[in-house]
Nanobody, 124 residues
Framework: QVQLVESGGGLVQAGDSLRLSCAAS????????MGWFRQAPGKEREFVAG????????YYADSVTGRFTISRDNGRDTLYLQMDSLKPEDTAVYTC?????????????????WGQGTQVTVSS
């Protein structure tokens, strides 16, 4: 299996940017489709963005399209989420997840491997 550790969260103001990282260890990172999810207080965990094994395909939730960019560096076993033009409604715990899949899953149940999450707080 693969172990995932997120970093890069923090407290920022609306309109600012943050870049989250997800470092992978264990089995071959490059064989996994990867996703970013988030969970705000009192809400269910939701899909934010996903990327296939080689970075050739990406998919975004409508709420972040045009503002967030997912990418990966298979040589460094690391997944990224560049978040620009942040809004207060982006406040949540962000978690990366991995799946041995040729496509990009969007349901949480399709991802067997999860990190511990990193808090992102956007003030107005």
């Amino acid at each position: 299996q693969v172990q995932l550790v997120e970093s890069g969260g923090g407290l920022v103001q609306a309109g600012d940017s943050l870049r989250l990282s997800c470092a992978a260890s264990g089995r071959t990172f490059s064989s996994y489709a990867m996703g970013w999810f988030r969970q705000a207080p009192g809400k269910e965990r939701e899909f934010v963005a996903g990327i296939n094994w080689n970075g050739g395909n990406t998919y975004y939730a409508d709420s972040v399209t045009g503002r967030f960019t997912i990418s990966r560096d298979n040589g460094r076993d690391t997944l990224y989420l560049q978040m620009d033009s942040l809004k207060p409604e982006d406040t949540a715990v962000y978690t990366c997840a991995g799946a041995e899949s040729p496509f990009i899953p969007r349901r949480t149940t399709m991802y067997p491997y999860w990190g511990q999450g990193t808090q992102v707080t956007v003030s107005s």
